[in-house]
């Protein structure tokens, strides 16, 4: 029985897995670009095209988890629908109706059990009990051919205990490979970041460099893994709308690698770009090699013009403003009728988080003794075009409607803030827009403490898939939306 590993990475976190005769899909983005559709959409980067009709057809798809840069509906399109697709116990039910309505059978695996496709095993691991809550439901494969070298795919996630577990018992043998994601996401100075503290001098810059980057996936995520000998990045692989950088900083994954590889010989560091098939051979003594697949083919033209790009914007970065993701709104009552509805629900809400158990514990802040009002919330672009301010009041646990005030007068008044544009708060509420597309560019905050207290992470408690799953079904229709007008236009 050949018992090697053959992985082809297509791109961002997308990988197809061959061995024992099967293949394995695994977060499927085969178009150019994933996410809603309109300006929220991210192409993906390093650019390149994918035949799907050439790619060796998968037995299986396997979903990680509901992200929208690993589910992806109009992938899943093109594939055949006796493919199966299987998932874990946890993920957000309008994913799976999302997926049945395109006509498959959706599989959710415990996590104890394998999926055995001949003599390709896949084993489904739930995420560490460290990871940040809005990746808690991410499932980790781990695929082997027999008593072949096994690949850990360490997806958006610390690395599962239970795996870990297994592996200090013995019950699983050491990966050959691990693939881990750098979802570090930075963007160079001079442009706005919601995971940026606006308030001066608070916001340290030394863990967002490539050295941090390295450090975080090379040595944290894989201390667990003391003996492995070949690792490879994916992540990053995107390009957020509308911004003028090009690619983030540190999302080149060969340079990142080749400079991995040249401080320290503990494993050997892959940095695959889109159509290059790493091959883990049976036995321990060979190495990991790579070739290219014919099916894949990278935009050089595309690439070449974003890297101009993002030269030009590092050697003269100037500040960039942000703009707002989606159209305002026709119907301007009905949109202030939804935002009047969602306002005391998000009070509440926002009780529970991190934001708001810091708010309640202070009592002062820069100007002296702190009343009610700790929070809020700046609405740029309203309608008549104005900004509309509303301070969150923690005895009602409610926003009321307060006096505009200059940004730098708000940061100095409540010690958490968060400016938006309205459309994108209403397109948010009405699920044309996901958390993510708002904070990934359209969104600034402050805040003090922790970073995990800013009201960035708060709202993605708040509105994420896992929290809201009904506006993740209303953003599922849209995308379906799509592809019936383009299935109509053909």
Same mark, same amino acid.
């Given at each position: 029985?050949?018992?090697?590993?053959?992985?082809?990475?297509?791109?961002?976190?997308?990988?197809?897995?061959?061995?024992?005769?099967?293949?394995?899909?695994?977060?499927?983005?085969?178009?150019?670009?994933?996410?809603?559709?309109?300006?929220?959409?991210?192409?993906?980067?390093?650019?390149?095209?994918?035949?799907?009709?050439?790619?060796?057809?998968?037995?299986?798809?396997?979903?990680?988890?509901?992200?929208?840069?690993?589910?992806?509906?109009?992938?899943?399109?093109?594939?055949?629908?006796?493919?199966?697709?299987?998932?874990?116990?946890?993920?957000?039910?309008?994913?799976?109706?999302?997926?049945?309505?395109?006509?498959?059978?959706?599989?959710?695996?415990?996590?104890?059990?394998?999926?055995?496709?001949?003599?390709?095993?896949?084993?489904?691991?739930?995420?560490?009990?460290?990871?940040?809550?809005?990746?808690?439901?991410?499932?980790?494969?781990?695929?082997?051919?027999?008593?072949?070298?096994?690949?850990?795919?360490?997806?958006?996630?610390?690395?599962?205990?239970?795996?870990?577990?297994?592996?200090?018992?013995?019950?699983?043998?050491?990966?050959?490979?691990?693939?881990?994601?750098?979802?570090?996401?930075?963007?160079?100075?001079?442009?706005? #970041?919601?995971?940026?503290?606006? +308030? *001066?001098?608070?916001?340290?810059?030394?863990?967002? =460099? &490539?050295?941090? %980057? !390295?450090?975080?996936?090379?040595?944290?995520?894989?201390?667990?893994?003391?003996?492995?000998?070949?690792?490879?990045?994916?992540?990053?692989?995107?390009?957020?709308?509308?911004?003028?950088?090009?690619?983030?900083?540190?999302?080149?994954?060969?340079?990142?690698?080749?400079?991995?590889?040249?401080?320290?010989?503990?494993?050997?560091?892959?940095?695959?770009?889109?159509?290059?098939?790493?091959?883990?051979?049976?036995?321990?003594?060979?190495?990991?090699?790579?070739?290219?697949?014919?099916?894949?083919?990278?935009?050089?033209?595309?690439?070449?013009?974003?890297?101009?790009?993002?030269?030009?914007?590092?050697?003269?970065?100037?500040?960039?403003?942000?703009?707002?993701?989606?159209?305002?709104?026709?119907?301007?009552?009905?949109?202030? #009728?939804?935002?009047?509805?969602? +306002? *005391?629900?998000?009070?509440?809400?926002?009780?529970? =988080? &991190?934001?708001? %158990? !810091?708010?309640?514990?202070?009592?002062?802040?820069?100007?002296?003794?702190?009343?009610?009002?700790?929070?809020?919330?700046?609405?740029?672009?309203?309608?008549?075009?104005?900004?509309?301010?509303?301070?969150?009041?923690?005895?009602?646990?409610?926003?009321?409607?307060?006096?505009?005030?200059?940004?730098?007068?708000?940061?100095?008044?409540?010690?958490?803030?968060?400016?938006?544009?309205?459309?994108?708060?209403?397109?948010?509420?009405?699920?044309?827009?996901?958390?993510?597309?708002?904070?990934?560019?359209?969104?600034?905050?402050?805040?003090?403490?922790?970073?995990?207290?800013?009201?960035?992470?708060?709202?993605?408690?708040?509105?994420?898939?896992?929290?809201?799953?009904?506006?993740?079904?209303?953003?599922?229709?849209?995308?379906?939306?799509?592809?019936?007008?383009?299935?109509?236009?053909?």
């Amino acid at each position: 029985m050949e018992t090697r590993l053959e992985l082809t990475f297509l791109g961002h976190q997308t990988w197809l897995v061959q061995g024992g005769g099967h293949r394995v899909l695994i977060d499927p983005v085969l178009k150019p670009a994933f996410g809603l559709p309109g300006s929220a959409e991210c192409r993906v980067w390093p650019p390149r095209d994918i035949d799907a009709d050439g790619m060796p057809q998968p037995d299986a798809v396997v979903l990680t988890h509901e992200h929208l840069d690993h589910f992806h509906l109009p992938s899943l399109d093109l594939l055949d629908r006796g493919v199966r697709v299987y998932t874990g116990p946890l993920l957000p039910a309008p994913v799976e109706e999302a997926i049945v309505a395109l006509g498959f059978t959706v599989h959710r695996v415990d996590h104890t059990a394998a999926i055995e496709l001949g003599d390709l095993r896949v084993t489904l691991y739930p995420a560490g009990a460290r990871t940040l809550f809005w990746e808690d439901r991410v499932v980790q494969p781990c695929i082997q051919v027999g008593d072949g070298p096994a690949a850990f795919i360490a997806v958006d996630a610390d690395p599962s205990d239970l795996y870990v577990q297994q592996l200090a018992d013995g019950s699983q043998p050491m990966p050959r490979i691990a693939v881990v994601s750098n979802n570090s996401q930075i963007v160079p100075p001079g442009m706005p #970041a919601s995971s940026a503290n606006l +308030l *001066p001098g608070v916001d340290g810059t030394r863990h967002r =460099t &490539g050295l941090s %980057v !390295l450090n975080q996936l090379l040595l944290d995520v894989l201390a667990p893994f003391d003996t492995i000998t070949d690792v490879a990045l994916c992540g990053n692989g995107f390009l957020p709308p509308g911004s003028p950088h090009g690619p983030f900083l540190y999302a080149d994954h060969p340079a990142m690698a080749a400079a991995a590889n040249g401080l320290q010989n503990l494993f050997h560091v892959h940095g695959p770009r889109p159509g290059e098939r790493l091959t883990v051979p049976a036995s321990a003594t060979e190495k990991v090699t790579s070739d290219r697949v014919g099916w894949v083919r990278i935009d050089e033209q595309f690439e070449y013009d974003s890297l101009v790009a993002h030269a030009a914007f590092l050697a003269g970065p100037g500040q960039v403003a942000l703009s707002p993701l989606a159209e305002p709104p026709f119907d301007l009552d009905e949109a202030l #009728a939804v935002l009047k509805v969602e +306002l *005391p629900r998000l009070g509440r809400e926002l009780l529970t =988080t &991190g934001t708001g %158990v !810091l708010a309640c514990s202070i009592h002062e802040y820069l100007s002296g003794p702190l009343g009610a009002h700790r929070a809020v919330l700046r609405l740029k672009e309203a309608p008549d075009g104005q900004l509309l301010q509303f301070a969150w009041d923690v005895t009602t646990a409610d926003f009321v409607q307060v006096q505009t005030t200059s940004r730098e007068e708000a940061m100095a008044a409540y010690p958490f803030g968060a400016e938006m544009f309205f459309s994108d708060y209403l397109a948010l509420l009405q699920g044309r827009l996901q958390v993510w597309d708002v904070a990934g560019g359209a969104m600034e905050c402050w805040h003090i403490g922790r970073p995990l207290d800013s009201l960035v992470y708060a709202f993605f408690g708040i509105y994420g898939e896992h929290q809201r799953p009904d506006l993740a079904a209303l953003s599922y229709a849209h995308l379906a939306e799509g592809l019936a007008a383009s299935a109509g236009s053909r």
